[in-house]
């Protein structure tokens, strides 16, 4: 019995060593069929990514590879930092070799936005007045002024600031023809203040404002009355 179990066990020893010689092997030949022609390490895709990812986000679907010159595509990238801050401008496929072209600023790519890692969307129906007269587009950063109450009870504060604008639409009464000017605007936000925004949203009002890297969003607090009459 001893003798059988050893045998069994020596047959699946030599399999195991033959499939490893074949590996070796194999990427031997890889290496004796690129010996002595001028190779370039560059990127490639190794699993299908969505339009506008972040380059951030890439890492675990891409692999370095080495490629003869010749083969290599222009604008090749060798790595992922030469993309830093932008996302894909188109789909990537299995075998695909990154590019700068496959890559653009997030306000440059046409469309909606990828959304950041950790964050999940929220659409948000406003007339346009209170979404900056419909003019925003994905892209853009919005701050949430949101009002409750009313008369000498009314207060308004600035709830949040900076939000990500992923996605412009028309409001579903918009697009089916009917009488109306909202919008419908879908940001990208954590899950506190999806909260805000939908509490604010059901029992009081919501307005947006339109914001860049420069713009100043300290020194605010709650407007009661008594804040803006004489």
């Given at each position: 019995?001893?003798?059988?179990?050893?045998?069994?066990?020596?047959?699946?020893?030599?399999?195991?060593?033959?499939?490893?010689?074949?590996?070796?092997?194999?990427?031997?030949?890889?290496?004796?069929?690129?010996?002595?022609?001028?190779?370039?390490?560059?990127?490639?895709?190794?699993?299908?990514?969505?339009?506008?990812?972040?380059?951030?986000?890439?890492?675990?679907?891409?692999?370095?590879?080495?490629?003869?010159?010749?083969?290599?595509?222009?604008?090749?990238?060798?790595?992922?930092?030469?993309?830093?801050?932008?996302?894909?401008?188109?789909?990537?496929?299995?075998?695909?070799?990154?590019?700068?072209?496959?890559?653009?600023?997030?306000?440059?790519?046409?469309?909606d936005l990828?959304?950041?890692?950790?964050?999940?969307?929220?659409?948000?129906?406003?007339?346009?007045?209170r979404a900056?007269?419909?003019?925003?587009?994905?892209?853009?950063?919005?701050?949430?002024?949101?009002?409750?109450?009313?008369?000498?009870?009314?207060?308004?504060?600035?709830?949040?600031?900076?939000?990500?604008?992923?996605?412009?639409?028309?409001?579903?009464?918009?697009?089916?023809?009917?009488?109306?000017?909202?919008?419908?605007?879908?940001?990208?936000?954590?899950?506190?203040?999806?909260?805000?925004?939908?509490?604010?949203?059901?029992?009081?009002?919501?307005?947006?404002?339109?914001?860049?890297?420069?713009?100043?969003?300290?020194?605010?607090?709650?407007?009661?009355?008594?804040?803006?009459?004489?």
């Amino acid at each position: 019995m001893n003798k059988r179990v050893l045998a069994v066990a020596g047959a699946a020893v030599l399999a195991l060593l033959a499939v490893l010689a074949m590996v070796i092997y194999a990427k031997g030949a890889d290496d004796r069929a690129l010996r002595g022609t001028e190779t370039v390490t560059v990127l490639r895709v190794t699993s299908q990514v969505a339009a506008k990812t972040p380059a951030a986000d890439l890492s675990g679907s891409v692999e370095t590879v080495k490629l003869p010159k010749a083969a290599v595509v222009d604008g090749a990238l060798t790595d992922l930092s030469q993309v830093s801050n932008q996302v894909t401008s188109t789909e990537l496929v299995p075998g695909d070799q990154l590019t700068r072209l496959k890559f653009a600023q997030p306000g440059k790519v046409k469309g909606d936005l990828a959304v950041p890692r950790g964050m999940q969307t929220l659409s948000i129906p406003l007339p346009a007045q209170r979404a900056v007269a419909a003019s925003l587009k994905a892209g853009d950063k919005v701050g949430v002024m949101i009002s409750y109450g009313s008369g000498t009870g009314g207060v308004t504060n600035n709830a949040m600031n900076g939000l990500l604008v992923v996605k412009v639409g028309a409001s579903v009464t918009e697009a089916e023809g009917q009488a109306g000017g909202d919008v419908m605007l879908t940001v990208a936000t954590t899950t506190l203040k999806a909260e805000k925004i939908v509490h604010g949203m059901e029992f009081g009002k919501v307005w947006l404002t339109l914001q860049d890297d420069d713009t100043d969003t300290g020194g605010g607090k709650t407007i009661g009355q008594k804040d803006v009459t004489p």
